[in-house]
Structure formats: structure tokens, C-alpha cells
């Protein structure tokens, strides 16, 4: 499995999507007949710092925000965490963080409507990247979402290589969002640029099926898992949203991971609980079933919840969620 050197400064630098959702409080009714909403950070990689920081780890940051209110709410609520916000840079243009208003309609209906038009986070630039910083973490986490356009393509791009020269364990999460990206050429072409060089490969079976596209394989799970381990990937996790995800090691193991059965609250965030509770276990030097069950058991969590960033579980929550669920409905993971 792969080795995090956990003696460094920092556990994780996720890189990309900073932004703001406003979650109705008047929930089930379309997003047009709701009123009331509480703001949240957003935005994947933010989530998963969070995630992560609660989880006990040392956690930095890069990316940009806007130099306003909004922009000191998010390295307000960072550093509340315990996150590090040395290379969180504000922009100097006016760009402003996005914004995210979800619709929760039932207990099985929600849908996101996102204003990102020019965003804050899509500024990262270049010269915002530096080699001591990426150095000082025994992971990276790049989220497909920063690869979309320029700069913060070519931001991204930087950070994996620092990353690569010093040994620093890459995660690529595709977080697929179809705003920005000009072609689907362009979506595979970047993505599968990222992922050949990734060690832990994340994404539901659309974003594979997105960043294969120019490959020709087949669109099955076990093919993206042979191609893509076969290039030096050490995991591959393949989502497949209410049915669970599938998970390929190149050590041989292969899961099938069902969800916790829980009322479900809304359709998102579960993606970025997943990421940070099993990460954190693999880091911790857990084996692979069990990051699996930990990453199944958060993502229910968060779907029940109203938040994503501020419902992130602790490490004991995250355990007594666990030990009751598998009273009642048994064993998520097992053996493909």
C-alpha cells in the first residue's frame, strides 16, 4: 500500500473549489418556493480539508477566495478548524467565490443550482504554487474541477509535479462539474493527464467513463481498473451512487462497497465524507475493507445531514455510527 510520510508538517493539501452553499431550511419544495436558507462552506476539496481536520489530521490548503466578506468567512471558518490558510490567496481582480443553492423537493429529490461564472477559486495561478509547500505534506489531493480552465489548470498541473519530484503521494479526486470545460475531448484530455500520475484514483463510474473517454475502454469497472492500476496507480475507487462503489488495489484485492442504509436528506456531499473518512484510515495505516467501510459509513452520515462542511464527522462519531449500523444491518464491504 501506499507509504504517508505522516512525521511531515502537514497529513494534506487539497487544491481547487472554495465556495459558499446556502441550504434551504424549508426544505422539500422546489428551490423556487423556499425562503430560508443557513450558509455553509462548500465546495469539494474544501469539504475534504474539513473533513480530514476533524478527523485529527494536519490539514493545509491551497487555493483562492475573494478579498471580501465571503473570503474572510472562509479562512475564518479554516483556521476555526485548525486548517492551515498560508496559501489561500485572495484575488485581485474582483472575482468572487461561487455560490451553491441547493433544492432539497423529498427525501429522494434534490438538485444543486450553482453560479460560477468567473469564480474566485478558478484564479489559482502558477505563481501561487510552491515547492516547499507541496513538499511539506505526505499527500496531495487535486480535484477535478481544477483542471478546467486556465490558470488554475496549469496551477494544478505545477502542484503534481512538486508532488511527484518529492515523493509526496498524489490523490485525484474527478469531481466532474460541467461548467467551464469547453469539450468532452478536453474534460478526458486533462483528467487522464492527472490520473496517469495519481496513486489513488476516485470518481463515480460517469467521471470515469468521462476521463476514459479517448481510451478506448470498454465502460467497465474491472477494465478501468486494469488500465488504470496498470499505469501505477496503488487504488481505484468506481462510485455508483445508491448501489455503493466498487474498489481495486494493485496488491490484488478487489471490494464491493454497499451504503449504510440511512434516510437520505439530500443527493450530495456524501462524495466528500467518503473522501476525507477513508483517506484518513488509509493514512492512519488501516487496511483497505476498512478505509472502505469508514469512507461508506461517513458519506451516509453526510447525506442525512443538512450540511457537508460543518456535519463532517469526528473520528468517535464516525465509530458509534458504525458499531450501530452493523448491529442492525451487517457487514458493506465485501469481496468482489
Given amino acids: 500500500m501506499i507509504q504517508f510520510d505522516l512525521s511531515k508538517p502537514l497529513h494534506i493539501i487539497p487544491v481547487g473549489r472554495v465556495a459558499i452553499d446556502f441550504n434551504p431550511t424549508d426544505f422539500y419544495r422546489p428551490l423556487s418556493e423556499s425562503a430560508n436558507f443557513n450558509k455553509y462552506l ?3 476539496p474544501a469539504n475534504i480539508a474539513v473533513g480530514m481536520a476533524r478527523l485529527g489530521n494536519r490539514v493545509g490548503f491551497l487555493g483562492r477566495v475573494s478579498d471580501d466578506a465571503f473570503g474572510d468567512f472562509v479562512t475564518g471558518y479554516f483556521r476555526q478548524e485548525g486548517i492551515d490558510v498560508s496559501h489561500i490567496f485572495r484575488c485581485e481582480h474582483g472575482e468572487k467565490l461561487g455560490l451553491t443553492f441547493t433544492e432539497m423537493k423529498s427525501p429522494t429529490e434534490s438538485s444543486i443550482l450553482m453560479y460560477r461564472e468567473g469564480v474566485a477559486d478558478l484564479q489559482l495561478c502558477p505563481d501561487d504554487v510552491d515547492e516547499p509547500y507541496i513538499a511539506s505534506a505526505a499527500c496531495l489531493l487535486i480535484s ?10 496549469e496551477a494544478s498541473l505545477k502542484a503534481l509535479t512538486f508532488a511527484k519530484r518529492n515523493g509526496v503521494p498524489v490523490v485525484f479526486d474527478a469531481d466532474y462539474r460541467a461548467y467551464t470545460w469547453k469539450s468532452l475531448d478536453e474534460i478526458s484530455v486533462y483528467t487522464s493527464l492527472v490520473a496517469e500520475k495519481a496513486d489513488i484514483i476516485m470518481g463515480s463510474r460517469e467521471e470515469f467513463d468521462l476521463m476514459e473517454r479517448l481510451l478506448g475502454l470498454d465502460g467497465t469497472d ?21 448501489s ?20 437520505a436528506l439530500k443527493g450530495f456531499g456524501g462524495g466528500d465524507g467518503y473522501a476525507s473518512s477513508f483517506l484518513h484510515a488509509l493514512m492512519a495505516g488501516r487496511s483497505l475493507a476498512d478505509a472502505l467501510e469508514r469512507g461508506s459509513a461517513s458519506a451516509a452520515m453526510l447525506v442525512a445531514s443538512h450540511a457537508c462542511s460543518k456535519d463532517m464527522p469526528t473520528e468517535a462519531a464516525l465509530d458509534a455510527f458504525i458499531e450501530a449500523e452493523k448491529a442492525k444491518c451487517g457487514t458493506v464491504v465485501t469481496p468482489l
Avoid at 488500465?227 to 496503488?234: I, M, Q, R, T, V
Fill in 42 to 44: 462548500g465546495g469539494s
Fill in 244 to 263: 455503493g462503489s466498487h474498489a481495486y488495489s494493485r496488491e490484488g484485492g478487489s471490494w464491493d462497497v454497499k451504503p449504510f442504509p440511512v434516510t
Fill in 222 to 242: 474491472e477494465a478501468s481498473a486494469k488500465y488504470w492500476l496498470g499505469l501505477g496507480a496503488s487504488v481505484c475507487v468506481i462510485k455508483h451512487g445508491k
Fill in 144 to 153: 477535478g474541477t481544477a483542471l478546467c480552465t486556465s490558470p488554475t489548470r
